[in-house]
């Protein structure tokens, strides 16, 4: 055991010095060893090369005898021991609780160098046994802090879990597919991401998967409404709050989102409903990963991935002078635009599956299925509330009978068209009634429906043409335009010089 020398108080120090200091050395060692309920050391490989008389009352709870517990590394014999902790660290651990099968015990663990300051090994000190009942309120906050510090944890984690995954995302149609691969495309990037769709088509839930996907899954995601926050709070709940910052704030102050996203994924919902004054503050953040709280002058770090998202045309705002260009470039580096439920139709079957069992479990109801009618009666609306429309409609409907299946009636008075925007039927049979031969007029004949895929097909060939014709060809430029990655419209040029190929 290695004592430091003290200073020499004058020029002449004792030649018996070194002696004194080796002696008290000794004599503080079997003070110890005489005063501690128990005492062990242990060398640098963390192998136990020696025990007190009082330490080996322990050794039948603990399952040994001393002749298999000397010699054996502490960890294997001594459960939840942090006696090699000390070893490696180099730092001592004066005053902790113990607690295995042999009992609670309030323990003290010191390392033990060389001249050198080497590490030799440690020495533990059994201070005390049974201190839950002589230390009992000292055991008992403890106790209790220890379980209130597992509860935060635990209430930590679930508020940091993704809701969501890609999977989520339900559709097995070419619209849905593509944003899904484009979701996992982006997710393995720290890149800003845009989320464009009309209201209800899942940008959210894109949102949670995105992250859900990344390597910031573990860390949290952070997700803000701005155009449910009140302009005047914004600054505030972006940024955080200094203490004392102005009257009535907190005292200890606030962090703002963008510090409790650190690490993790902030989103930015309704990011089109931000105000002119504070989009400048957003770009400088975005572009230099640091936010200064209200009221302070200390300049905080973060790191911290965007997804934003918005149901407005930006561009246009851009035009008009209400977006700032600078911030919608920042922010449009990666735009994933999500079709609106009249894009994919195709779909309505799996999602009114999907959206039926959340409801059933949401509402303690059995799960109802939907008749072919009435899947037909869906399938033909123009749901411009989108996938938060059709769940509208079917809890509706759901809820206000006991039937166990949804038939066309059961929809009935809850504002859907019978004569939507039909679908298309096939080629008349020869046996055919007159009324489907001959058409009123106004109404387009069987022969002018295409199927929807030939349509979506000819439709998206023809946006891109237009896109590239605007854009003098300039690929980055026209996808862009086209609201897409440039990767998903070089994935579509093939289909484009497939079809002027079949023209000429």
Do not use: C
Not at 192 to 215: F, N, R
Not at 414 to 430: D, F
């Amino acid at each position: 055991m290695a004592v430091s020398h003290p200073e020499p108080r004058g020029e002449h120090l004792p030649a018996d010095a070194d002696s004194v200091l080796k002696l008290a050395a000794q004599s503080m060692f079997d003070q110890f060893a005489h005063t501690a309920m128990g005492m062990m050391v242990v060398d640098r490989d963390h192998r136990i090369v020696w025990i007190s008389d009082g330490y080996k009352r322990f050794l039948p709870a603990l399952g040994h005898e001393e002749s298999d517990f000397v010699g054996r590394r502490v960890e294997e014999v001594v459960p939840n021991t942090l006696m090699a902790q000390v070893i490696d660290s180099g730092q001592p651990i004066l005053v902790d609780l113990l607690t295995n099968q042999a009992g609670t015990f309030l323990v003290s663990r010191l390392p033990l160098r060389n001249e050198q300051g080497e590490i030799l090994g440690a020495l533990g000190m059994v201070l005390l046994d049974h201190p839950e009942t002589t230390m009992q309120p000292l055991i008992a906050k403890f106790s209790r802090l220890q379980r209130e510090l597992d509860d935060a944890r635990q209430q930590l984690a679930a508020q940091r879990r993704p809701k969501y995954t890609v999977a989520s995302f339900i559709g097995a149609g070419p619209a849905a597919m593509e944003v899904k691969r484009q979701a996992r495309r982006v997710a393995q990037t720290d890149s800003t991401v845009l989320l464009l769709g009309e209201t209800g088509t899942g940008k959210e839930l894109l949102a949670h998967a995105i992250h859900a996907a990344s390597s910031r899954a573990a860390r949290p995601f952070v997700g803000v409404n701005i155009a449910a926050i009140p302009d005047t709070l914004l600054e505030a709940e972006f940024f955080g709050v200094a203490a004392g910052a102005y009257t009535g704030a907190d005292r200890k102050g606030r962090d703002g989102k963008f510090k409790l996203a650190d690490g993790g994924t902030l989103f930015l919902d309704e990011i089109g409903d931000m105000p002119l004054a504070l989009q400048a503050k957003l770009l400088r953040v975005l572009q230099e990963q640091e936010v200064e709280p209200l009221g302070s002058n200390q300049v905080q770090r973060v790191d911290v991935r965007i997804i934003a998202a918005t149901s407005r045309d930006l561009p246009a705002m851009v035009a008009a002078g209400g977006f700032r260009a600078d911030l919608y470039y920042r922010l449009n580096v990666l735009p994933i635009r999500l079709p609106a439920l009249r894009e994919r139709l195709g779909d309505i079957e799996a999602l009114v599956e999907a959206l039926s069992d959340d409801i059933a479990r949401r509402s303690g109801t059995p799960p109802k299925s939907l008749s072919a009618d009435a899947l037909d009666l869906l399938a033909v609306q123009a749901w411009p509330g989108n996938i938060r429309e059709l769940r509208n409609v079917l809890e509706q409907a759901t809820l206000m009978t006991d039937d166990l299946q949804l038939t066309s009636t059961h929809f009935t008075g809850l504002g859907l068209q019978a004569g939507g925007a039909r679908r298309a039927v096939p080629a008349a049979e020869p046996n055919a009634p007159a009324a489907l031969e001959a058409p009123k007029p106004g109404v387009p004949s069987q022969a002018d429906i295409k199927p929807l895929p030939q349509a979506i097909a000819e439709l998206e060939i023809q946006s891109i043409r237009n896109a590239l014709a605007a854009t003098g060809g300039n690929k980055l430029q026209a996808s862009r335009l086209l609201g897409i990655s440039r990767a998903t419209l070089y994935e579509k040029l093939p289909m484009l010089a497939k079809a002027d190929a079949a023209a000429s």
